[in-house]
């Protein structure tokens, strides 16, 4: 019954497994590694880009500062949803690796900016000449925090209104796998055949340890981008390690099989809650991560039964919560919390 | 044949098999996991400091940078010596995190600095009133970037240097349990009751994947290093797997023992290189890093026979490399590298 | 007729008088001039905070940013009204000179913040734990951005909201006389009384050359604002000249007499407006700046006809325009304008 | 008998006439002043540089700083004389400016750099890969720290070394004038012609009361040089004043008859000191800045007799000095201090 977050599960054990053969014998470091190589392969292969540059990190927060600081000068600003991780829950990480670049909220119901939203933002800002910051760059969180996702077109829709000012786009996939299984999108399609140029493609979430790549598909900023990993400690001197845990999870659809599944159980809970009587969703829950609303006394009620979630703050009157679905979770889980929510 | 690095070595079997049983399960995600709650409390015995505070990254760069910008106001000066890792090796990794804190080069033979270079380096700084960088703090390495290794009684002399201007002590210990079996003193001679605030506890290099602990004696400034690893993406989601390192790590004195093992390699490495006729040490090798001088030829002949190693830049008229044995270096990779040395 | 700014009108003649005066012979540089030492008094007796510490800049975005920077931590979020200049018009600054803090935007009418939009921004910022920024600091704009004037009472009641949360207030007075003038407010009640802790007092807008001197009602940082002047390139090698227009602003009242006359100009302008068809005013204007809806075709005639004033851009349907009196404003000034104005 | 600094001086009566008379009247702000246009017509006319971008700002710090973060990457190297004003003498503020750029110390006697010495620094910095920071550019100070000049040839000498390895080069010209009138040289032989791609233009020592130009001789990054000044609060609101000054700085040689004078009590100090006993240069003299060595006691004697220098630590069993000339220096000024030394 954990629906705290799919950071609190394991890891596949095909990813495991390949941690373990990595360890055999000696391998260079800093990325020199055989199975860095093939990681790299893989990745211009799953998502049809042969020039792309892929590096490795280990967090999702290095992955999306790295890559924001990238696209974005010291005097620049960068456009993201209001509620977007990179903003609200990375304790200012953009503004420290960028060197003080502003992020400006865009609005949009159900974690989701829209066209008009972000030209809205655009247009408040960047007009002021040398007194105000310029526009920077557009980043967009897929599945997004309130747990929708983003179609291919929608996020064309948004890449467009950025490129209309010339600036480029990042998309934050933490939960990438997630999207593409929700949506049936390509790689390509979620990413560079959207106007996508720097892409945070996570492992963590979906079945892995810690590993997350950040995908180039310009490589000209490349060179700059492994000074700013390095300087920010995020090079990994016994790399293997990371590079493991990347080929094993894009190895075989492995990626595509865990979301799958954790989509599975997201869904199963959306069924199941349809029959929890007052219970609704907040947002439109298509992957793993729900926000339901339910009766007061529901939440305590729950937790005391040993349900694992996080209660938040939602509006009068009602309890609210965010459960998460994760490549581990199983049929029985979700029947568990079912029966530990009803009366 | 492998000695170019001792990050080129594998994990302990005990570290993957730590991390295989971390992965039952759920688990509190960003350091609330169980395990973590004992790695603090094995550190605190381990040092005899029942007071400090523990975090884990995953880099020493990290584990450095993250400890001197605690100590560092931007507009301070970091005193270490002119060949440290922090200083040559992080790409500015303490500048960046620090916020722009400034360098000062010690001198000092064998890449250990004495409390009169550190005198010398004190007394050029910080005179110039508001116009100067003000001192700030001292960062010994130890085991050096030459192989050498500080007693504890001579940190307690450069410490006592720099607390003498109210400066406080990080200590490198990337290698530090190189260090302590090189001098047979205990962490807490080595740390604390040498006058060091703060200590980067490596673990990577001395087999594990990737962990570092960063030890504050001082527990004054927690919460800010907190949100100092928070905002440059070193804290873990997937925790766990740090902590599991670093339990197996200090469990049963594994740490020592595998240093032992590297160290003594690096002893027979010196008593070998006594029998390689013309070959000499540049710096004393009294844990697991030499830097030899050898006569020419001797490079390409090895390095042809498939021998791995750094070969470096040294004086005229002779060739030179770097050997570092590992935990997981034989006496038949010793052996062997020997034969591959001769003419 | 300039009504583009009070930036664009001269020195008072007193200000002039007091450099020409003040370049007699040699003097100590960067501070140590017997003219600080005056200004020091003086700011001391005026405020009747005989601890404050007090230092001079040229501009106004120095005076905000390293005031903002020595109370804002970079992980920190710094509370202002949504136009406030140090969030919209300063390029960024505040976030250059804090090392990346964040700045939260507060709503409210007509440039201000309240104490409900004020906690509604604290509530959304600060809950996060180590993964969101931490609350830092609060910094309101008297005269605002928008003309408007907060009395100290109402500053009062902002500081007590940003006090219980133990946050302390910083007061950009880049209009601070003007502020005085317009509420009848003694110094002391405007700042230390209504719980400020470091203003920003601003001379050049209203009769200097070029200066703003900070106050810091508790002088603990002193030292460090010294250092952050010094390397933000902040602190001037021929001091006298900032500190002899500073001294001869404060000096028999001359801010005071400037700022009522700019004020009286508004206030002529805001009574010529109701004569013009059709003409209002989207914000009260206590102080010397305003901001017209006028019939469409108005900002065409009045610029053609020589007026020098911003146009902006306003709702659908009307002109809108930002006309700001300053000191050497005069009536004929303002007859010429209304003049223009009219069909 | 002031000769603590040239800083200390007043400035000259062209300059505050020039200052009274752009006072009259309404200005457009922030650089848009008509008499910025022709300081940008003159700069370009005396520098015979037609191209040039001219930027002013009110600090020596300010604009060496802005002008070495506009050439420098956070990750890169600052090629500095170990003495340089930059690397001693500002507080960090290359550091803060450029995000943590990294001051390189580069050795040679008499305050000046070699091409050898520059190439031996080149040499330790930048061969490490990724994991050391990057050679970034050049920065020369003329007249020195020492009071010694480079020569144009000097200078070429070593911007063709930076120039090898792709590196761009900036002159530090606080006492530009000065090195002007000590060499004979153009403006443009001392600059563009050798090899200079940024000037820091000073005016403030040599009889400004505060003003420094920036000159972009190649202007491609013009637009980042504006935000960047924006941003760190050094764009003037009433930029006429600093307009002003500059003007007339430059018009019909003032510039060089101010250096003129302040070298020529230079060099009567120089010729002076030969007839006081005991009395010798630590290095050459050339311009407006002398390090007497004379024997113990003469400090005290002099100082007590009303002089006013700075008494500097010198070698052992001598006193030493610091003694700077300015344009307002006179010949009884410099008699009274010989008379003042003597026995």
């Known amino acids: 019954m954990f629906f705290a977050s799919d950071n609190g599960s394991g890891a ?16 260079r470091s800093y990325g020199a590694d055989p199975i ?19 590096y490795l990190v280990a967090t999702g927060t290095a992955a999306n500062s790295l890559s924001i600081a990238l696209l974005s000068p010291p005097w620049s600003a960068i456009f993201a949803h209001v509620d977007a991780h990179a903003a609200m829950d990375e304790c200012g990480a953009p503004e420290f690796f960028s060197g003080g670049a502003k992020m400006i909220p865009v609005a949009g119901a159900h974690g989701k900016m829209t066209p008009d939203t972000l030209k809205a933002a655009l247009a408040r800002i960047g007009e002021a000449g040398v007194h ?6 557009l980043t967009v969180t897929n599945v997004t925090e309130a747990g929708t996702v983003y179609t291919p077109a929608e996020i064309a829709a948004l890449t467009a209104v950025a490129k209309s000012r010339n600036l480029p786009s990042h998309l934050d996939g ?9 949506t049936g999108a390509t790689p390509a399609e979620m990413t560079w055949k959207a106007g996508i140029d720097v892409l945070s493609l996570g492992g963590t979430k979906n079945g892995c340890l810690g590993v997350e790549a950040v995908v180039l598909f310009d490589p000209t900023k490349a060179w700059e981008f492994e000074l700013r990993r390095k300087r920010a400690g995020h090079l990994f001197s016994k790399h293997r390690y ?3 845990q990347m080929e094993a999870y894009l190895t075989e659809g492995l990626w595509l099989r865990l979301a799958t599944q954790a ?9 199941g809650l349809a029959q929890v009587p007052g219970a609704s969703l907040l947002h439109p829950a298509p992957a793993n991560m ?5 009766p007061i006394g529901t939440n305590d009620r729950a937790l005391s039964r040993g349900a694992i979630y996080y209660p938040m703050q939602g509006p009068e009157g009602v309890d609210h919560g965010r459960l998460v679905a994760s ?9 568990a919390l079912l029966t530990a929510l009803k009366p």
């Not at 989509?263 to 069924?271: D, I, K």
Request: zero cysteines; hydrophobic letters at 55%; aromatic letters at 8%.
């Open 36 to 54: 860095m190589a093939r990681v790299k392969t893989l990745v211009r292969q799953l998502f049809e880009a042969p020039e792309a540059e892929v």
């Open 290 to 294: 729900l926000f339901p609303l339910w």
């Open 174 to 182: 933490a939960r990438f796998a997630n999207a593409l299984v929700a």
């Open 12 to 27: 596949a054990p095909e990813v495991i497994s390949a941690l373990t053969r990595a360890n055999e014998g000696y391998a």
């Open 263 to 271: 989509n599975a159980m997201g869904a199963l809970l959306v069924q």
């Open 132 to 137: 105000g910051v310029q526009r920077g760059m």
């Open 242 to 244: 990371l590079s493991a």
């Open 327 to 335: 490549w581990s979770t199983t049929g029985e889980d979700v029947d």
